[in-house]
């Protein structure tokens, strides 16, 4: 079973970008689905961004279409959030997950938080 670290959140204005990072511990990382989700104050956490054990499907939930951005380095055993055209309503804890098909997790990363300012 892999282990999940996030890194690259904090702390961006309105319209501005960041890129978060998940780095995966063992030699499965391939074999998973990953994905990312989010969770902000007093809500539920959401599926925000999935992309398949090949690499060659991606998912992503409505309110980050076109911003978004996931992909994954399976040399690097990590996968990427680029984040674009951030808005006030993306700040959450965003969290990494791996699975055996997108949108499913069988394993959470600690998250991250991002926080977008006006």
């Known amino acids: 079973q892999v282990q999940l670290v996030e890194s690259g959140g904090g702390l961006v204005q309105a319209g501005g970008s960041l890129r978060l990072s998940c780095a995966a511990s063992?030699?499965?990382?391939?074999?998973?689905?990953m994905g990312w989700f989010r969770q902000a104050p007093g809500k539920e956490r959401v599926f925000v961004a999935g992309?398949?054990?090949?690499?060659?499907?991606?998912n992503y939930a409505d309110s980050v279409k076109g911003r978004f951005t996931i992909s994954r380095d399976d040399a690097e055993n990590t996968v990427y959030l680029q984040m674009n055209s951030l808005k006030l309503d993306d700040t959450a804890v965003y969290y990494c997950?791996?699975?055996?098909?997108?949108?499913?997790?069988?394993?959470w990363g600690q998250g991250t938080q991002v926080t977008v300012s006006s």
């Open positions: 992309i398949s054990r090949s690499g060659g499907t991606t």
């Open positions: 063992g030699r499965t990382f391939s074999t998973y689905a």
């Open positions: 997950a791996a699975g055996r098909r997108i949108g499913v997790s069988d394993v």
